[in-house]
């Protein structure tokens, strides 16, 4: 028997399961039992970072079972082109991964980070843009790893970048794991028997146009190759399609969106 279960974004941000899912599941249930004593958003943090301690996410290495990690819970495979899977090499250290549809993790934090021109040739990385229909997916260690992301430049391990990824789960020595979606956490059940097995696979449904800073990571709006994108001193552009491109670019909108010529946006607060 088969268990299946598919993602397909869209609209969630990202997707993580082991440790940090469990802390999470932790945090979550606890709020659940007792809301009030969650009334602000510094003594949510203290009991995250508490439970997060007893959870042993911080020292993960002498309280968490290595058949716990996500090398021995699944078999982990990704596809880069269409119709091949490929198995993703994951280390036996990583407790944590989280599968990112935008650059954006845990209050605004960025876990693929940059990675240099050096990564860039060897292993075919790129910056994680909003829209280029890849997925980042990251390991981490620990409780300390995940610190990492504090600072200038921080990032956890960059384990691929890929269109699809699918878990593969079968029996072993853990009868459940923990995963997340965008800080909603469950406890999944895993497999009891040889003869079950529980996939879940994770994908993109399709793209939608939304409003954008003039900061977002958006392939569409900064790389010049984009037809939305065009150079300002192109001078054999005309002043129309040059007006309507800067629109673009600096909103990361459908160039539908208009405000009616009779809205006085003077008058709107």
Not at 94 to 108: H, T, Y
Request: hydrophobic share 35%.
């Amino acid at each position: 028997m088969e268990g299946y279960i598919t993602f397909r974004g869209g609209f969630w941000n990202y997707f993580s399961m082991g440790m940090d899912a469990q802390v999470s599941y932790a945090f979550h249930s606890e709020r659940k039992l007792h809301p009030e004593k969650f009334k602000n958003q510094l003594i949510n943090q203290s009991t995250y970072a508490k439970l997060g301690c007893s959870q042993g996410w911080f020292l993960a290495s002498l309280f968490h079972p290595s058949s716990r990690n996500i090398a021995h819970l699944a078999k982990v495979e990704i596809m880069k082109r269409s119709g091949k899977w490929e198995k993703l090499h994951v280390p036996n250290s990583i407790r944590s991964i989280v599968c990112l549809n935008l650059p954006s993790f845990s209050g605004g934090l960025n876990p693929w980070g940059t990675p240099n021109s050096n990564k860039r040739r060897d292993r075919d990385l790129t910056p994680p843009f909003v829209d280029d229909g890849l997925l980042e997916v990251v390991g981490f260690r620990d409780a300390w790893h995940g610190l990492v992301l504090l600072a200038p430049n921080g990032h956890g391990t960059r384990l691929a970048q890929a269109h699809r990824i699918r878990f593969e789960f079968r029996r072993g020595s853990a009868d459940h794991t923990f995963m997340r979606i965008d800080g909603e956490p469950w406890k999944q059940p895993l497999p009891s028997d040889d003869d079950n097995t529980v996939l879940v696979e994770i994908s993109h449904l399709g793209q939608v146009n939304m409003l954008a800073t003039d900061g977002c990571k958006s392939k569409s709006v900064n790389d010049p190759s984009s037809p939305c994108c065009h150079d300002a001193e192109d001078k054999d552009s005309d002043e129309e399609d040059f007006a309507q491109a800067e629109e673009f670019r600096k909103f990361g909108a459908a160039d539908t969106f208009r405000i009616p010529d009779e809205v006085d946006i003077s008058q709107l607060s």
